[in-house]
């Protein structure tokens, strides 16, 4: 009899590979920089800013090279079915004050159980930011992570537990085809954050991680001249993936000498035109249907990604049986072929 963990874990790297394979389907590049960074044997928890939605979790999950556990926000699991799945792919419910109050003294609970994951060397994936904007720049943290690791240490202070922030870079968030960097940071020990006492000083480390990640993510500093700053990037054409120059940039009156982005090619509209045609019915969907219903813009990237890894791939597969049934299976496949090819080149040719 195979065993639950196993059944579990293959599971997991089922969902994973299909991420993975979807992301093929959405982004023209996904670059992965320090993973040197990940220990692979202890407790990990991966802080990282928070833009784009459920996007952001999948894409630290699949290039962190570990099986993350993560947290979600709580009204995602009010139906028993899908709260069965977010929870066998390791979400785990985090309560806000616009859950209700009462709701709040449940996180206690929450965290407490982050804790025993990472006694077990597991790993977490936590947005202190506590919500997510479009806005290039690092917000002010919650405490949410902090208590998790004050349980941590007061459990556990001689097992070595690893902080390592993490800087989402996506150039265009809000379209399809779009470029994002993924920066892994080096790791913070908690245990350097011990008072005299032994108390952790919660203020001391939360401005460690908040200065960490403004070295990994474009920072924009939210005051009269953020829409100044912000419009004089995009004039100069940075590249937002790559946020070392860019922040050097935004220190260096403007002064960039990376990389800057190209016009998209007549070639992308050209095979997203073909691309159109093979899936008008999932487009029809999105542009009618699911996209006028999006109030936040930060929705927009997840919602499209769920579209292009549920219903594209079932009218494509349903698509090429018809035609085989039609035509013959040779025809179908031949569909098949071109339904998966010409997707991926006009992406490639953007």
Known sequence: MI????????????????IKLGFLFYFKKIKSHYLEEIPTDKAVIFLSNHQNALLDPLLITVSSTRKN????RADAFSNRIISSILKSLQ???VYRLRDGIRTI?????????????????????LFPEGNHSLNRCVRNLSKGFTRIVDDYLKKRKDQELVIIPVGLNYQSPTEFGDRVSIYFGRSIDPGNYLNS???????RLKISVQDNLKLLTTHIK??????SNLNKLNTLKVDFTDPILVNECLNNQFQYRGNKTRSISRMFYFFKFFTILIYSIPYLIWKKIISPKIVDDEFIGTLRFSVIITIAPLFLIGEAILISVLFGYVYGLISLFIGI????????AK
């Open 91 to 93: 979400m785990i419910p």
């Open 341 to 348: 090819i010409v997707p991926l080149i006009s992406l490639r």
């Open 69 to 72: 556990y993560f947290l979600t």
């Open 197 to 203: 006492n032994d108390v952790l000083d919660i203020q």
């Open 105 to 125: 003294t449940k996180n206690k609970e929450i965290f407490s159980s982050c804790s025993d994951f990472l006694l077990l060397n597991k790993s977490i994936i």
């Open 3 to 18: 065993k639950l963990p196993v059944l579990k874990k293959l599971w997991l790297i089922i969902v994973e590979t299909y």
């Open 222 to 227: 939210i005051d009269n001249d953020y829409e």
